[in-house]
């Protein structure tokens, strides 16, 4: 009974994790768009830099750096929405990756739970 609460708590976990990891997207729609336009009106003219940076679209760092652009900020605001963009999807990764390892070890536990069962019933 134990191995079976833990192998479920394990998929549960391990789902979760990878689906927040790997199944979203880094950005929401609205902010890809409003990056992949800003890419469009100040490199319109270079096919290399938007075939370069418009893949870069899904990254929150790039989101912030095309909206300081546009919006005329300097070269340390700009590093400070950056900077601020980029932690704060470290974090969101940080605690997948947490979920990712949690359901693993709760897989372990499945194992060695559904091991002991074995021995007592032997």
């Given amino acids: 009974m134990k191995a079976l609460l833990y192998a479920s708590l394990g998929v549960v976990l391990l789902g979760v994790g990878l689906y927040l990891q790997f199944g979203t997207a880094g950005v929401s729609p609205a902010d890809r768009l409003r990056c992949e336009q800003a890419i469009e009106k100040v490199y319109g003219d270079s096919d290399e830099a938007k075939y370069t940076l418009l893949p870069k679209c899904n990254e929150p760092g790039m989101v912030a750096m095309m ?47 559904f091991r002991q069962s074995k021995k007592q019933a032997a």
């Fill in 67 to 113: 909206d300081t652009r546009i919006g005329g900020a300097g070269a340390e605001q700009a590093a400070q929405a950056i900077a601020s963009a980029n932690r704060s999807d470290l974090v969101g990764i940080l605690i997948n990756c947490a979920l990712i390892g949690a359901g693993i070890g709760a897989l372990g536990a499945a194992a060695a739970a």
